[in-house]
Nanobody, 115 residues
């Protein structure tokens, strides 16, 4: 498994921005499919955005046009740029890595959108 460490969460006002980072260990990071999930209190964990090895991305409808996922394979890091944040974006955000049947999760980082 790859070790994943998220950072960048915090408290932000509605309409604000945050950038989450997920640093991964290992030498084959570029081969992994990476994703961000989130889980709000009382709700199931949901996919927010994903990016595969060739850079293709996909997004949940609720974040399209506001969030951008990207990766820097030289730094073994995946990012989630979150703009125009809404209170309903409040959740713990988790980094996810998949390679074949190997699935890894980070510990999560809290994002709170509130005035």
């Amino acid at each position: 498994q790859v070790q994943l460490v998220e950072s960048g969460g915090g408290l932000v006002q509605p309409g604000g921005s945050l950038r989450l980072s997920c640093a991964a260990s290992g030498s084959i990071f570029s081969s992994y499919a990476m994703a961000w999930y989130r889980q709000a209190p009382g709700k199931q964990r949901e996919l927010v955005a994903g990016i595969i090895h060739d850079g293709r991305t996909n997004y949940a409808d609720s974040v399209k046009g506001r969030f951008t996922i990207s990766r820097d394979n030289a730094k073994n890091t995946v990012y989630l740029q979150m703009n125009s944040l809404k209170p309903e974006d409040t959740a713990v955000y988790y980094c996810n890595a998949v390679l074949g049947n190997i699935i890894s999760w980070g510990q999560g980082t809290q994002v709170t959108v509130s005035s």
